[in-house]
């Protein structure tokens, strides 16, 4: 974990109420697709946990939804304006068990933790499809930059406005050899009992510090309980035990 500055370069709308903040500073903390960052946001005690999106040596993107005082304060904040992070936050996906065809299923803002992973996988060499869930049309984001990696993308909307009507399980491939995901946990339950490889499941949990001293997001795993902020957000489908 680190504590840093960054700067933020870009900070616009994707949608109505989702977001992609692009920052500078160190990110040397980052080591793997599917970790977090930890945001202070002035006047706002608890900091706001934010999936990485996407990272190199000196830039950091970060995707978010405005849902409450803290998102709507970021979503304000102007180009040259600083943030206090923590930066190298849970334990982010393992590539190794991939194979050579995972697929990627996201709902909502759970895709923008996939982008990364699937920039990865894609230069190992794997053949990646991505599944990305929205109720509708105009909350769609981020298909084109799914498609600009090479991945094979299907878009799922609830009411079917765009893509494929249902839901991200309606749209599984017959052959794949792992899976990723990410999205609400009724999501996750689905892809769970829909799956028939292994796969990996990053959970989305309201947090009180971010690194694994408050046990407030803690869950039930097969070995006892685990912090989703410390040893996860990813969890292994093979661990967990569901409510």
């Known amino acids: 974990m680190n504590q840093s500055i960054f700067e933020i370069i870009r900070n616009d709308a994707l949608t109505e109420n989702v977001f992609q903040m692009v920052l500078r500073g160190d ?3 980052i ?3 599917g970790q977090f960052v930890n945001i202070r946001i002035d006047g706002l005690f608890l900091r706001r946990p934010i999936s990485v999106c996407d990272y190199d040596a000196n830039t950091l993107t970060l995707i978010y939804k405005v849902v409450g005082k803290g998102t709507a304060a970021m979503a304000g904040l102007s180009t040259g304006s ?3 992070i923590l930066t190298g ?3 982010g996906y393992d590539l190794s068990l991939s194979g050579d065809f995972p697929v990627l299923l996201g709902g909502g803002v759970g895709v923008p933790p996939l982008y990364n992973l699937a920039k990865k996988l894609i230069a190992e060499g794997k053949s990646v499809s991505v599944i ?5 049309e105009n909350e769609v984001f981020y298909e084109d930059q799914f498609q600009a990696l090479g991945c094979a993308v299907t878009v799922t909307t609830v009411d079917g406005s765009h893509g494929t009507k249902g839901f991200v399980t309606d749209a599984l491939p017959e052959n794949y050899s792992y899976f990723y995901t990410c999205g609400p946990e009724p999501m996750l339950k689905t892809v769970y009992r829909m799956t028939h490889t292994s796969g990996q499941l990053s959970f989305e949990e309201r947090m009180g510090c971010g690194f694994g001293a408050c046990m407030g997001c803690s869950c039930q795993t097969i070995t006892g ?3 989703i902020c410390k040893e996860g957000p990813v969890m292994k489908k093979e661990e967990i ?3």
């Open 27 to 29: 990110t040397s903390a």
């Open 31 to 33: 080591t793997a697709p």
């Open 82 to 84: 600083q943030l206090d």
């Open 89 to 91: 936050l849970g334990n």
């Open 132 to 136: 990305l869930g929205f109720n509708t």
């Open 225 to 227: 309980y685990k912090r």
């Open 241 to 243: 035990l569901w409510d």
